[in-house]
C-alpha cells in the first residue's frame, strides 16, 4: 500500500465531497451526543485543514453546555502546538475569540494561552480501518505525543465515511484509537 498516494487520494476526495457540509453537519450531532456522559473536562482536538471536519463548534457547545450546568470543573478545550524540535504536540488553551498565530506548519494555534492537559484528545483522521487505527499525514505527530503523554488521554478518531479503509494495514508503531466517529455514528469500538 503506497501511503502517501493513498492520503492524497483521500483529501482529494474530502475537498470534492459534493455534501460535505451536510456530512459534517451529521458529524457535529454525533460528537455532540457522544459526548453528553463523557466526564472529561479538558479536552483536545485540532484547527480543520484540507477539507478536515471541523470539531470546534460542536466543542464550544459542550462547553457552554457545562456552563449551564454549573458544573464544579470548567470545561476546556485546547488546540494542539507543535513542538518542532521533538515532532510533538503540546495543547494550550483555545476559546472563540482568543488571539492565533500560525505554528511552524502555517497551521492556526492559539497564541500566548496558558498550557492545558487534555483527557479526551480528538484526532482527525485523513483515513481509518479495523481495529481503531488511522492515517494520518504521516508525520508521526500523534503517535509520538500519545506514547509520552501520562496518562494517556482517551482517544477518538473524527472522519468521514468516505476514509474507512477496510483493508488497512498499521505499521508496528501505529497506536489504535480508543473510538472513531464519523457521519453515521460510532465507527469503533463496533
Same mark, same amino acid.
Given at each position: 500500500m503506497d501511503k502517501a498516494a493513498l492520503r492524497r487520494t483521500l483529501v482529494e476526495q474530502r475537498l470534492n465531497l459534493p455534501d460535505r457540509l451536510e456530512r459534517a453537519d451529521l458529524l457535529q450531532r454525533v460528537m455532540?451526543?457522544?459526548?453528553?456522559?463523557?466526564?472529561?473536562?479538558?479536552i483536545g482536538a485540532y484547527w480543520p485543514i484540507k477539507g478536515e471536519f471541523d470539531p470546534l463548534p460542536a466543542l464550544h457547545r459542550w462547553k457552554e453546555d457545562g456552563e449551564l450546568l454549573d458544573e464544579p470543573q470548567r470545561r476546556r478545550i485546547g488546540l494542539p502546538v507543535v513542538n518542532k524540535q521533538h515532532k510533538t504536540l503540546t495543547f494550550h488553551a483555545w476559546y472563540p475569540g482568543c488571539e492565533?498565530?500560525?505554528? *511552524?506548519?502555517?497551521? %492556526?494555534? /492559539?497564541?500566548?494561552?496558558?498550557l492545558i492537559v487534555p483527557t479526551l484528545l480528538f484526532v482527525p483522521c485523513v483515513g481509518y480501518g479495523p481495529g481503531g487505527y488511522r492515517l494520518g499525514y504521516?508525520?508521526?505527530?500523534?503517535?509520538?505525543?500519545? *506514547?509520552?503523554?501520562? %496518562?494517556? /488521554?482517551f482517544t477518538v478518531g473524527l472522519g468521514y465515511t468516505h476514509g474507512y479503509l477496510d483493508e488497512f494495514e498499521p505499521e508496528p508503531h501505529d497506536l489504535p484509537?480508543?473510538?472513531?466517529?464519523?457521519?453515521n455514528g460510532v465507527v469503533w469500538p463496533i
Open positions: 455532540r451526543i457522544w459526548l453528553i456522559h463523557r466526564p472529561d473536562a479538558v492565533m498565530e500560525a505554528d *511552524a506548519y502555517g497551521i %492556526p494555534k /492559539p497564541k500566548d494561552t496558558e504521516g508525520g508521526g505527530f500523534y503517535d509520538r505525543t500519545l *506514547a509520552t503523554l501520562q %496518562p494517556r /488521554p484509537l480508543d473510538a472513531i466517529l464519523n457521519d
